[in-house]
Structure formats: C-alpha cells, structure tokens
C-alpha cells in the first residue's frame, strides 16, 4: 500500500493533459462482450479498475491486448497510451466472480451483454462500500422488464432469458434518479432483444451517451442518448467497432480545484467543458476564472475564496464524483458554505480527514456546513475511497507542513499518474513505496 508525502504552499502553473474517462471506458469495454469481431478502444486510461475489468472481460472470453504507447509530435510530453482491442473469442463462460466483483462495482456492467449475448448472466452480488449502499435493484428490474428472469444463489445475481429479450416502454428511474450504470445495462440488453425499447428515466450523463455512440458505431440502433427517454431498436447482430473515449470530466473538474486552492493557473489540454457547466458555474461564484480555447481550459483564481452553496444532482447537475473535492476548497472560502449530497447520502468519509486538517466541516444528515478557515495543517490521514482520497492530496497541495496520506490505491483506481501530473506542474508530491 503506497502513500504520498505532500509538502504544501507550492503555487501550480503549467499544462496538464486530462486522460480519458475511467468511467465511460469501463462500461464500454463490458459492451464489447455484445460485438463478433474486434473492438479497438482509444484513450482507455492506464488505472488499476481498468486491469480489473481487463481481468473481468478476460475471464469471460475475451482477448484483450494493449498496443505499445505511441510517441507524440511533442517530445516534451510523454508518450500516448497505446489503444486496446478486445475481441471476444469463447463465449462459454457468464460468471463475474466475487473476487473480481468485491474490488470493483463497475463488474455489473456486464450483466446486460451477458444476458443479451450469451443467455446468461451470473454476476456477484456488489455489496455496500465506502460511499454507501450501492444496490443494484434498478439494473435487475430494467432488465426484468425485457424479460430476464433473475433468481439469488449463494451471493449471486443469475439471470437467464428464454429465447430473446423482448423490447418494451419501462421506467428505470429510483429513489435516487435516474441509475448510469443500470440505463448502460439496459441499453446494452436493449440493442440486441427484439423490437423497440423505449427508456423513460434514463441517465443523462455524458458516460451514457459515449457508450451508445459506441453501440451506434457497432450497427445499434439508438435515439435521444443524452436525454430521459432513449429508443433503441434491437438489431440481430453488432459487429466490432473503433471508438475513441471521452476525457475524463471528474479528473478535469478536479485540476480545476487544484488550481484554484493554489492560486495557481493551470492549462488543461483534452476537455470538453461543456460535460462540467455546473461545476464551471459553482466554480465561478467561488471567484474562479475559467476559460476555454477548442479543447484547452485556462483557470487561473483569486486570493479570495467565496462561499457557496451546492446540490450534487445528477448530469447535467453538480456531480458527485467531485463533491468532496469541491468541499476541500471551500475549506478555505471566507465564511459558510454549505453541501448537500442527494446522490450517495452518506458519501463523507472526507469530512473526519479534512478536519483533521484544521479544517472545520459539521455534518448534519446529507448536508454538510463548512465553515471556512484561514489556513490548514499537514497531517497524516487516510484515503477511504476514490474522490475523497483526491479531496485530501488538494487539501495536503495548499496545507502548511508536510501531510501523508495513506492507502493512495483509492487514488490509483481513478487518476491516472495523479503525482507525475501535479509535481509536472510543480507541486511537491512524492509517492512512497510500500516495503
Ligand atoms: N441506485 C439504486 N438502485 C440501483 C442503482 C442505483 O437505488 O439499482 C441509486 C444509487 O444508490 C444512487 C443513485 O441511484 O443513490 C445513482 O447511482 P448510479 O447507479 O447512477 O451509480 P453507478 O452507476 O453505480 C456511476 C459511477 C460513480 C458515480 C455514479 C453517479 C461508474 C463506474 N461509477 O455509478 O462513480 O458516482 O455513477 O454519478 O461509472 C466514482 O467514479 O468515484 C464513482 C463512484
């Protein structure tokens, strides 16, 4: 289990190149499970959850090789990540095992290729994790209503179809909203079965819409992705495809904050701002000035932090991939600001860390009231998952002192080169190997 030493108080200033997204390609590769021939997938980032569903897809029949990395015109930068094709080549196994499954939630995925492919899906249950319950309910009925017939067994989902999925009008949204990875499921089943399938509910978010331009692109016929009501005409075959895989607006909205904690002023290279306009807008009543020229974005931020307040909701809503990244700013407002988690009501395992800090955040229920202070300490603390791990290396760039943080696997799930990137731009950050 590595850690990172982070030593506080350096300003950012250069050019960061944002990957592509972790979570668009990791229900894309599951998609491929659906195409006869070879799918080459470009802009896949280099991230342990991707070695996972690597592993995942590999274990189900699938060759999957990784080309070497491509030099760029540019020697100054490092070289391109290689593509990645996969190519489904036995279709005798339908098991997502709880090994893989316990380390990696985005495994359902593959319930709906499966199912809609192979006949069968058997897939580990995905237990509770660090943000909360994260059931999967929505998936099954979706899935349910195209005429699976799903029953438990010894911690697992098994979904069998007789025949072929049959289309249908079902309603997908929860609780909650509307699920991303259940309307991809769907989607996915939705593209194979028989006659039309009308989504109402679905997921908004731009995840959704680079899977289904995937699934165009593999001869799918689909409608208004992008949208709460999605049509898909099932077709008897899709055939391997090339795709190239959206940015990763999490990690850009995160260099953002980077940026802006450190008064510093940051290039962005490979973004689509347009994916972040409520991150953008929320940013930009703190007193960040962001600006975009084609795909580069350009922030730069005031000695004086604002206050505001914020909903995480789903797309085209505040995320909340980066609400606790978000919380780690407004650390350092001046005055009250004040956050509410709508999407995982218990996703606040930053809050504890952040106030071991010096920070000063009180939770009530799904709020959140930070009361801004003037500076924070380095401390040793402890990453607990993916986004509030990256809320605590933002905090440790602009804490007095030297802060370490623990268990950075979390990190290594989602960003990608998170230290080469930051220390690129001059941050103090050093990655400590486990001995
Ligand atoms: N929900 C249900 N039943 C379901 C599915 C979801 O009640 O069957 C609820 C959830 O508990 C939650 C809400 O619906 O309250 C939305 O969850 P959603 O299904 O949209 O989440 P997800 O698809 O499992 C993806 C991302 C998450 C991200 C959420 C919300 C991937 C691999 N994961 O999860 O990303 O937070 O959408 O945008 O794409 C992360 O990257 O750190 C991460 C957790």
Known sequence: MDSFLIRGGTRLKGRIEISGSKNSALPIMAACLLADGKTTLKGVPRLSDIDSMC??????????????????????????????????????????????????????????????KRGKAIVSIPGGCAIGDRPVD????????????FRTENGNI?????????????????????????????????????????????????????CAELLIKMGAK??????????IEGVDKLTGAEHRIIPDRI??????????????????KNCNLDHLIAVVDRLEDVGVKISRDNGTIFVSSARRLNTVEMTTQPYPGFPTDLQAQ???????????????????????????????MGARV??????????????????????SDLRASAALVLAGLVARGQTRIDRVYHIDRGYEKIEQKLAAVGAEIERVKEK
């Open 55 to 116: 592993k995942l897809i590999g274990e189900l029949g699938c060759h999957v090789y990784r080309h070497e990395p491509t030099d760029r015109v540019n020697p100054d930068l490092p070289p391109l990540n290689g593509p990645l094709d996969i190519e489904v080549t036995d279709e005798k196994m339908c098991e997502a095992r709880y090994d893989i499954v316990k380390t990696m939630r985005a495994s359902i995925c593959v319930l709906g290729p499966l199912l809609a």
């Open 326 to 356: 978000l919380m780690a700013l407004l650390c350092l407002a001046d005055g009250m600001s004040v956050i509410t988690e709508r999407i995982f009501p218990d996703r606040f395992l930053h809050v504890g860390e952040l106030n071991r």
């Open 138 to 149: 929505l998936h099954v009925r979706g899935l349910q209503k195209l005429g699976a017939e």
């Open 158 to 210: 098994v979904g069998e179809i007789r025949g072929r999925l049959k289309g249908c009008r079902l309603y997908l949204g929860g609780a909650q909203g509307p699920t991303v990875l259940g309307t991809i499921n769907v989607i996915c089943a939705a593209a194979l079965a028989e006659g039309e399938t009308v989504l109402v509910g679905a997921a908004c978010e731009p995840e959704v819409v680079d």
């Open 362 to 383: 009180r939770k009530e229920g799904p709020t959140a009231i930070i009361q801004g202070v003037k500076e924070m300490q380095g401390a040793s603390v402890m990453a």
């Open 251 to 268: 990690e850009c909205g995160t260099f953002l904050i980077a940026a802006a904690l450190t008064n510093g002023e940051l290039e962005l």
């Open 222 to 231: 689909i409608k208004g992705h992008g949208t709460p009501e999605i049509r």
